[in-house]
């Protein structure tokens, strides 16, 4: 599984991800200040799942029924500390009966939910 990490995505939270050995490309290293339509095209087109902090990404890929990326993970809270998106991640691919290519999930402080992409 292959991730592109949107520009609110903390860029220690990246790297750690990549000392983990994921494939981490960042929109804030490659092409900072894009349009969260053009993330999603990138996203489609590459076959990366994001990685944000930004609800847009619902309504883009529902309401506006924009191409769908590989998957979606919507961090649905404000982290305490720039390493807390990549601990938590670390954690959630660990945990055994969830899949993120395809899906759109949404992970609070206290639960999860997944729906199917279009």
Do not use: C, K, W
Request: proline residues 7%.
């Amino acid at each position: 599984m292959r991730f592109l990490a949107n520009e609110n995505f903390p860029l220690l939270s990246v790297r750690l991800l990549r000392q983990a050995n994921l494939e981490v490309a960042s929109v804030s290293e490659d092409a900072p200040g894009i349009e969260d339509a053009d993330v999603l095209a990138r996203a489609a087109d590459e076959q990366l799942v994001i990685l944000t902090f930004d609800r847009d990404y619902g309504e883009l890929i529902y309401r506006l029924r924009m191409r769908s990326p590989r998957g979606v993970i919507y961090l649905r809270f404000r982290p305490h500390t720039p390493e807390e998106p990549a601990s938590v991640l670390l954690n959630l691919l660990q945990m055994e009966g969830l899949q993120f290519e395809e899906r759109f999930t949404v992970v609070d402080r206290d639960r999860i939910r997944q729906r199917p992409l279009p």
